[in-house]
């Protein structure tokens, strides 16, 4: 098997070349995802090898490139579109609700919508405004979407071609400041043996406590449990993996074996993922849990700018303070 070490910029990158060679129908479009090879280079040399009728650059206009994949899904292709950064989707929001999310149901099933908006998402990289968001919630909260979110490159090579092979409208979610981390990737394996697109799985085991996180916060978790592991203390990490639908079943049998959890992500509390998360957890795992299920989350402000991020960004020691708080009731 080839198994190679890469970044998860570079996994992306790969997948992606894997679509467009095993598809003709996959087509690539963005803000300057060809010539250029996208601002993060994830697309890089994918217009030279397959031409500028397969990967296409846009206009700077986001509602435009989803309005126009979504007349290209319901023509037969496969349309994946890059939005440059997480701040600037919005202008594509209603194309995104009112149209990818809505055409399956509202066609009583008769058209689908396989498409893939791959957004950049989450700080930590010194940028200005509108281009450190966690905006997660707002699609995963929206019936007729499904989201996903790597946090390693081997789940990065897979899933985004998982997502493209899927039938179903999916936004796919990467952790831009873990994209030039490294890490193995089985270049050979099928994808038809791959982990489920939209399953969760255990990161790390443990049995003290469970620490449930996605993209960017994943590495965090997994620092923390080393950390908390030189004191003794054995923390399971779960990277969810699939934020709608969510999948908690990993989560809820480490946690009727630990007792006590504690739900990490980058988006505000208010509202957040964690808000739900805990709230099922709560209610399957009630007579298991030693302590309240606690978030440790981004604050309820809008990003702050790139000198004072690290104030607000979950850290390790915001994770750690919080298992040892569980272990206080």
């Not at 993922?273 to 440790?296: K, M």
Request: hydrophobic share 40%; glycine share 8%.
């Amino acid at each position: 098997m080839a198994t190679e070490t890469l970044t998860l910029g570079k996994a992306l990158n790969t997948g992606l070349r894997r679509a467009l060679e095993n598809d003709p129908k996959v087509v690539i479009m963005g803000e300057d995802v060809g010539k250029l090879g996208g601002v993060f280079r994830i697309t890089d040399g994918l217009q030279k090898d397959f031409g500028d009728q397969r990967v296409i650059d846009t206009p700077l206009a986001e509602s435009g490139i989803i309005g126009t994949a979504v007349g290209l899904a319901i023509r037969g292709y496969r349309p994946v579109c890059e939005i440059q950064f997480d701040g600037f989707v919005y202008p594509a929001y209603d194309q995104i609700v009112s149209q990818v999310a809505k055409m399956h149901y509202r066609s009583q099933g008769k058209v689908r919508i396989p498409m893939v908006i791959r957004i950049p998402y989450g700080g930590g990289i010194g940028a200005v405004e509108h281009h450190s968001e966690s905006p997660e919630a707002y699609f995963a909260h929206t019936a007729g979407l499904k989201v996903v979110t790597c946090a390693n490159p081997q789940d990065a090579y897979v899933m985004i071609q998982q997502a493209i092979a899927s039938d179903d409208p999916i936004v796919f979610l990467e952790p831009k400041r873990r994209y030039w981390e490294k890490g193995p990737v089985d270049l050979d394996a099928p994808l038809a043996d791959a982990y489920p697109l939209h399953s969760a799985r255990v990161a790390r085991p443990g049995t003290d406590a469970t620490v449930l996180a996605y993209g960017p916060m994943v590495r965090t978790a997994l620092d923390a449990a080393t950390a908390a592991a030189e004191d003794g203390r054995e923390l399971e990490v779960v990277d969810l993996r699939t934020l709608s639908p969510l999948d908690l079943t990993a989560a809820y049998e480490s946690v009727r074996r630990t007792g006590r959890c504690v739900v990490v992500h980058e988006a505000p509390g208010n509202l957040g993922l964690g808000s739900e998360i805990a709230a099922r957890v709560t209610e399957e795992c009630f007579y298991s849990l030693e302590s309240p299920v606690l978030r440790v989350t981004g604050f309820d402000t809008p990003y702050p700018a790139s000198r004072v991020e690290e104030e607000y960004l979950p850290d390790l020691d915001r994770v750690l303070d919080a298992v040892d708080r569980t272990f206080g009731w």
